[in-house]
């Protein structure tokens, strides 16, 4: 066990550096949605939005796999996954997220959702603009949780 901890938490350090490259993208394609007035700068920021979530619940996923042994299957499989990640498992794992997180993301899952169901035509820029202006704060408040699990991490092997 001691081996795929030791892979999980490597893996977790190196989603996070990727979730930069998606936040450094997310900013560039707002600042020339708002200086250019292109539309296609929106759909590029909303597909980046939606890959900033999606990079996170990969993480969740193989937390549930790789420690609870169990992710969560059905219609809203995603929502219960990231609850999952606020719960602490007995003796098992402490919460990986905190409900004050878990709210933040919440918003992100949410619009990933439309991102996959509606044309990029109908996202709303005002919604567009709130996810952000706020994902840098949420990345910063989930990256200290996860690299606090990480650790937790290293400590359990």
């Known amino acids: 066990m001691s081996e795929s901890l030791q892979h999980l938490e490597k893996r977790i350090q190196a989603e996070l550096k990727e979730l930069e490259i998606a936040l450094e993208r997310i900013e560039t394609g707002w600042q020339r949605a708002q200086t250019l007035g292109d539309d296609f700068y929106l759909d590029s920021v909303a597909l980046n939005l939606h890959g900033f979530y999606s990079g996170l619940e990969r993480i969740f996923v193989r937390i549930a796999e790789a420690i609870d042994g169990t992710v969560p299957k059905g219609e809203n499989w995603h929502q219960a996954l990231l609850l999952q990640m606020t719960k602490e498992v007995a003796g098992v794992r402490p919460a990986v997220i905190s409900l004050g997180t ?54 359990a092997r």
Do not use: C, I, M, W
């Open 102 to 155: 878990y709210e933040r993301l919440n918003e992100y899952r949410g619009f990933r959702h439309v991102v996959r169901n509606v044309y990029t035509f109908q996202f709303d820029p005002a919604k567009v603009g709130r996810l952000v202006t706020d994902a840098n704060a949420v990345l910063s408040q989930t990256r200290r949780e996860l690299l606090a699990f990480a650790q937790f991490l290293g400590s």
